[in-house]
């Protein structure tokens, strides 16, 4: 994989998902547009780049939000951890698996944000991001548009592949 061109996609997700938050929300609810960037990375990516390149991303957001540095890291590096493990079995280009990842992945961060939420005020006795009430479900407001928004934003990204230079994945 070609790092430069990662860093300048993770550079252009980042600034996109805060500059176009705002303007993209339907009724509270914003895409997640760095998490179709962690899918198409470990979609493609071999497992140890696709793990880095989404541990990264989740660190870089991390520094973008106010959650605690690590929060959306280690949501992503899970949902690396989910995708890797069906990139044998799915085809890469079919807009139906550009959905369901992006419905899994955005389900996964959802639960780990939620319980995060729950957790981390117990820990250190302040509070994160409406761990209460409504708040709780917060992660999950945008989850369908994340999905909708996936196999439009994958397919785009699909066709740039060559760009990133992912080396062929080895099959077990």
Same mark, same amino acid.
């Given at each position: 994989?070609?790092?430069? *061109?990662?860093?300048?996609?993770?550079?252009?997700?980042?600034?996109?998902?805060?500059?176009?938050? &705002?303007?993209?929300?339907?009724? !509270? %609810?914003?895409?997640?547009?760095?998490?179709?960037?962690?899918?198409?990375?470990?979609?493609? $990516? /071999?497992?140890?780049? +696709?793990?880095? !390149?989404?541990?990264?991303? +989740?660190?870089?957001?991390?520094?973008? #939000?106010?959650?605690?540095? @690590?929060?959306? $890291?280690?949501?992503?590096?899970?949902?690396?951890?989910?995708?890797?493990s069906t990139q044998e079995y799915v085809y890469r280009e079919? /807009?139906?698996?550009?959905? *369901?990842?992006?419905? *899994?992945?955005?389900?996964?961060?959802?639960?780990?944000?939620?319980?995060? &939420?729950?957790?981390?005020?117990?820990?250190?006795? %302040?509070?994160?991001?409406?761990?209460? &009430?409504?708040?709780?479900?917060?992660?999950?407001?945008?989850?369908?548009? #994340?999905?909708?928004? @996936? /196999?439009?934003?994958? @397919?785009?990204?699909? =066709?740039?592949?060559?760009?990133?230079?992912?080396?062929?994945? =080895? =099959?077990?």
């Amino acid at each position: 994989m070609r790092w430069i *061109s990662y860093f300048l996609l993770a550079y252009i997700a980042l600034g996109c998902q805060v500059a176009l938050g &705002g303007y993209m929300e339907v009724k !509270g %609810a914003a895409p997640n547009l760095v998490l179709l960037v962690v899918i198409f990375i470990t979609v493609n $990516a /071999p497992r140890e780049a +696709g793990l880095l !390149g989404a541990f990264l991303l +989740g660190a870089m957001q991390d520094l973008m #939000t106010i959650y605690p540095l @690590g929060t959306w $890291a280690v949501a992503y590096a899970l949902v690396a951890m989910f995708v890797i493990s069906t990139q044998e079995y799915v085809y890469r280009e079919h /807009p139906l698996t550009h959905f *369901s990842l992006a419905l *899994s992945g955005g389900v996964i961060c959802g639960v780990f944000l939620t319980i995060h &939420g729950w957790v981390y005020p117990k820990l250190h006795g %302040a509070a994160v991001l409406g761990a209460e &009430g409504e708040g709780a479900l917060r992660p999950f407001t945008g989850l369908m548009y #994340t999905a909708i928004l @996936g /196999p439009i934003v994958l @397919g785009i990204l699909q =066709r740039m592949k060559r760009t990133f230079a992912f080396k062929a994945i =080895r =099959r077990m």
